[in-house]
């Protein structure tokens, strides 16, 4: 990553950043998509859509690309330390299909099938490769379906899964039509997607803005201003 953050990017003169930052040894899928004008280039992080916009003109290249260098710096070149699997390059703009295709083979090929979006067509399985677990419960499934509205990507296939282990497992103990509401103040992508609610309604948001958030360890209050209703 550049500067120590750990995002990725892409850069023709303008630079389209990625909104995630994985940890340190961390193995990860990423896309990049070279658009043809000034505003449609795109980043993929696990076969999902990261970012969408800017990153210069982009023309039909003749020669070789450059990976995991940045521009120049004020002493000289940057690079990125990193491992890299393996890397597929495309002349041409791929369909939906063939994108998650790739996605699909990838995953499954480097053992990251958990970290697919858990509503993409090769989440379930990729043929030569077996398969996983998804949900299937309508409730899961409900809840999964508003926070992918609310975040504007579906949870991956580990997260989802370990829903609907909640999910299932309070229907097997009986207790699931007791909980009048609930929220998973985790998992989900954005803080809108944490506050989407498992059961009843959404609570009040009372002055927890983004940074608050973090999809590992939650929402945390300042002891003061910030509450849920």
Known sequence: GHTNTNGFRIFNGTNLSSTVFPANNEWHM?????????????LYYNGSVNATGNAGTQTPKTG???LAEWVAGASGP??????????IGLNREPTTAERQKIEGYLAWKWGLQAQLPYDHPYAKSFPGFGSQTVPTDADTLTYLAAVKAADGTGVEVGVANAVDAFVTGCKSDGIWD??????????????????VP????APTNNNFTASDYNRE????GDGSTTYLD
């Not at 940057?78 to 890397?87: I, V």
């Not at 498992?198 to 309604?201: D, F, N």
């Not at 360890?217 to 945390?220: A, D, E, I, P, R």
Request: hydrophobic share 40%.
């Open 30 to 42: 990423m896309g990049f998509l070279a658009g043809t004008t000034s505003a449609n280039s795109k």
């Open 64 to 66: 070789g690309y450059t």
């Open 78 to 87: 940057e690079y990125t330390p990193m491992r890299m699997g393996e890397w």
């Open 178 to 195: 007791s909980i009048k509401a609930s929220c998973i103040l985790a998992g989900a992508r954005t803080l809108a997607g944490a506050l």
């Open 198 to 201: 498992l059961r009843g309604t």
């Open 217 to 220: 360890t939650g929402l945390v």
